[in-house]
């Protein structure tokens, strides 16, 4: 990737991902004020394009980050619409292929917020030694935990079963003599 601001690419250093924490990105620094096409792998190294302004740049004052939490644009529903065809089309088989993927979903690139991203959930105890940094043209996010053990489903309603059996009512004196809590009583210790 060269670096040509009449193309919008202001300039490329090295960094790390965002969307697979710990593996390494290349940092394209883009102008934010065009909307210029990068590829999500360069010589199979993922992208992470930041949007800034040549001033920046040429200061070092550039951020590190391609958005700061929470403030990423959101995506147009033609975009998240693509990207939730190819997760119906290859989540199945995806899971069945590997072992260690047990959740495919659909988010925000973090690498870069103007694309979608498969949001893949690894079994932290079967990290595969390489995940693709794209997976059939989207670009793979990864979130590494412990398997999620779902006891309950919302999503459908379910009869409630008995846990504890009712106890049956203690017996309860026909009416309460108030003056008569008071009253001392023989313990009979005689």
Same mark, same amino acid.
């Given at each position: 990737?060269?670096?040509?601001?009449?193309?919008?690419?202001?300039?490329?250093?090295?960094?790390?991902?965002?969307?697979?924490?710990?593996?390494?990105?290349?940092?394209?620094?883009?102008?934010?004020?065009?909307?210029?096409?990068?590829?999500?792998?360069?010589?199979?190294?993922?992208?992470?394009? !930041?949007?800034?302004?040549?001033?920046?740049?040429?200061?070092?004052?550039?951020?590190?980050?391609?958005?700061?939490?929470?403030?990423?644009?959101?995506?147009?529903?033609?975009?998240?619409?693509?990207?939730?065809?190819?997760?119906?089309?290859?989540?199945?088989?995806?899971?069945?292929?590997?072992?260690?993927?047990?959740?495919?979903?659909?988010?925000? &690139?973090?690498?870069?917020?103007?694309?979608?991203?498969?949001?893949?959930?690894?079994?932290?105890?079967?990290?595969?030694?390489?995940?693709?940094?794209?997976?059939?043209?989207?670009?793979?996010?990864? !979130?590494?935990?412990?398997?999620?053990?779902?006891?309950?489903s919302y999503a459908a309603?379910?009869?409630?079963?008995?846990?504890?059996?009712?106890?049956?009512?203690?017996?309860?004196?026909? &009416?309460?003599?108030?003056?008569?809590?008071?009253?001392?009583?023989?313990?009979?210790?005689?």
């Amino acid at each position: 990737m060269s670096v040509n601001p009449s193309n919008g690419i202001l300039g490329v250093a090295t960094g790390k991902s965002n969307d697979h924490p710990g593996e390494a990105a290349l940092m394209v620094y883009v102008d934010e004020s065009t909307n210029p096409a990068v590829p999500a792998t360069v010589n199979g190294v993922r992208t992470l394009v !930041i949007p800034t302004n040549a001033r920046a740049v040429a200061s070092g004052a550039a951020p590190q980050t391609a958005f700061e939490a929470g403030s990423a644009p959101a995506l147009p529903a033609s975009v998240l619409n693509s990207a939730l065809a190819v997760k119906q089309r290859i989540a199945s088989s995806l899971m069945k292929r590997n072992p260690a993927f047990f959740g495919v979903g659909v988010g925000q &690139s973090l690498d870069n917020p103007k694309d979608a991203a498969l949001v893949v959930y690894v079994d932290r105890r079967l990290v595969p030694a390489e995940l693709p940094p794209t997976i059939d043209g989207l670009r793979a996010r990864y !979130i590494v935990m412990d398997r999620l053990h779902v006891t309950r489903s919302y999503a459908a309603p379910m009869r409630s079963k008995l846990h504890c059996l009712p106890h049956p009512a203690a017996r309860r004196p026909e &009416s309460l003599d108030l003056l008569n809590l008071f009253r001392p009583r023989r313990l009979g210790l005689e």
